[in-house]
């Protein structure tokens, strides 16, 4: 295993020994805790993070190879591996999730594999398998990695050049799945192979190497191996010099690590504001860009959703939105009902919410990834429907002022008309004062966009987790280099009304948030104001 916590234990079995500072950085990321992840084990169980069983939420089946990427260093066999095998025996596995003797022990990437991980695309050489070097003796294995300088022979290193390309990254990073749910297959009509796209980072990124963004130069060390007072320097045990950079961070970093300007989330994306007034009427043109990543935004797990947040104001006082693009139903509802349910009784609300109505209008045809993209993908090409994003426009809402007993709303005005309704708090005012629409999180309908790879789930559900998933209803997500353009009304009360919008991260929908009784995260990506 990779080593102790502590990097001054002695013993040169262990990584740390001779790589203390890459084994600093990759104690502090999400590799480590792959395993360990407690989000990740209540959805695994169907629980709660506070253990209680919730009916319906699915567990996954037990050795459904979850292991394979999130606890590959399972002692025994390779490949197929539940979650539950990472806690038994030494629970090595579980503590250190993918660590420095997983990675290093890929002698070849295979992504012609259908399964990700160590059960199909990445093939390991471990210390159980004979090794092909008779001068290393039968149990000491291949150490592979990105130099071909390597000399030390407790390393038995070789070069092997996936370590500079996305596909070291891809063998775990790009899962086509079948349906795990019972009884249940995705539509042979729109997934012909039989599995939905569910991590596609890999495939996104057209080839562009991961470790640009995720691993960047370590310009503080000359040589991966920095052991402290080492009297030998330089040579076959300690390494050679390498140019300023050339040795890359071992921290992996994530969208959502680290702050400041250099956080990814900060760099992935562009904002452009341009606005009008006419008779009244302020129009707000929001041209969102992806300018930074390699890959569509969000990526990986298809629980992350970017919401754009637009709004306006007069002097400090909110302006009322009159028509214009407006946020998914899936950006957050305490309640939501179609124009075909009963709009008078809402048991659920409470005075002081608001009831917010949205029209539907036509299906577009956007520019997605496979059968959402413009091109053939495996065959398939989805027509604007089949891609499954309409243009949702504000239509109004209203005050809910009481309820009844028996649910009965009493509302500040005349019902709007429109296709949906959703029950949410009320919006945050311009100078910030009040945060509840935004904190809570309850965004549906609101002016603005929602940008994610939507999965469906049997009998309709929409937005589950991947392992109840058996379509992708829609993947409006923003490709590289692309951009999507929404447009925003509001009632003017000034010459030149202030215009602000956000691009919102979300790690996870609110409801599943609550639902597991996890922390929803909403991080600002960009602001602009005009």
């Known amino acids: 295993h990779p080593g102790l916590d502590d990097w001054t234990q002695t013993s040169t079995l262990h990584c740390s020994h001779c790589h203390p500072d890459l084994f600093a950085q990759w104690s502090a990321s999400p590799h480590r805790s792959a395993a360990a992840n407690p989000l990740l084990w209540a959805l695994y169980r169907g629980e709660t993070l506070a253990g209680a069983p919730l009916a319906g939420a699915g567990a996954v089946p037990a050795g459904g190879g979850c292991a394979d990427c999130h606890a590959p260093g399972i002692d025994g066999q390779i490949g197929g591996r539940g979650l539950e095998e990472a806690q038994a025996g030494s629970g090595l596995a579980y503590t250190y999730g993918v660590h420095c003797d997983v990675c290093h022990r890929v002698e070849s990437v295979d992504m012609a594999q259908a399964a990700p991980g160590v059960g199909g695309k990445l093939r390991l050489m471990r210390p159980s398998e004979a090794s092909p070097s008779a001068a290393l003796g039968a149990f000491l294995p291949l150490t592979f990695g990105p130099w071909p300088d390597v000399l030390n022979p407790r390393m038995g290193a070789v070069y092997r050049p996936e370590f500079h390309d996305a596909e070291i990254c891809g063998g775990c990073h790009q899962l086509d799945q079948p349906s795990l749910v019972a009884g249940v297959t995705p539509d042979p009509a729109r997934w012909p192979g039989g599995t939905i796209p569910i991590h596609s980072t890999w495939e996104e990124s057209n080839g562009i190497p991961c470790q640009s963004c995720h691993m960047p130069p370590d310009a503080s060390v000359w040589n991966g191996a920095t052991i402290p007072g080492d009297p030998v320097g330089w040579g076959t045990a300690a390494g050679w010099p390498r140019p300023p950079g050339s040795v890359r961070q071992h921290g992996f970093i994530g969208p959502r690590q680290g702050g400041g300007p250099g956080q990814l989330l900060t760099l992935a994306a562009a904002v452009f504001v341009e606005k009008s007034v006419a008779a009244g009427e302020l129009v707000a043109e929001v041209r969102v860009q992806n300018v930074g990543a390699g890959h569509a935004i969000p990526t990986g797990e298809p629980m992350r959703a970017l919401l754009l947040v637009v709004d306006a104001a007069c002097g400090g006082e909110a302006l009322a939105p009159t028509g214009g693009d407006v946020l998914a139903a899936e950006a957050g509802a305490l309640e939501q009902r179609t124009a075909a349910e009963d709009w008078a009784r809402w048991p659920g609300a409470a005075p002081g919410e608001r009831l917010r109505v949205v029209r539907q209008g036509d299906w577009l045809d956007y520019a997605g990834f496979g059968p959402f993209g413009a091109e053939p993908f495996g065959g398939v090409t989805f027509t604007a429907e089949q891609k499954g994003v309409r243009a949702g426009t504000w ?36 100078d910030g004062t009040d945060s509840a629409g935004g904190e809570r999180g309850m965004l549906a309908g609101a002016p603005g966009w929602m940008f994610a790879r939507l999965l469906g789930g049997a009998e309709g559900a929409r937005g589950v987790p991947h392992h109840l998933a058996v379509d992708v209803i829609s993947d409006n997500r923003l490709m590289p280099g692309a951009e999507w353009i929404s447009t925003h009304r509001f009632a003017a009360t000034c010459a030149d009304p202030a215009v602000r919008a956000r691009l919102i991260h979300r790690n996870m929908p609110v409801g599943l948030a609550q639902e597991r009784g996890a922390e929803r995260v909403d991080q600002v990506m960009a602001e602009v104001s005009r």
Do not use: F, H, K, W
């Open 395 to 430: 239509a109004g809402e209203v005050e809910i002022l009481a309820v009844e007993a028996d649910g009965t709303v009493q509302l500040s005005g005349a019902l709007p008309a429109g296709e949906e309704g959703y029950i949410v708090y009320r919006l945050p005012a311009a």
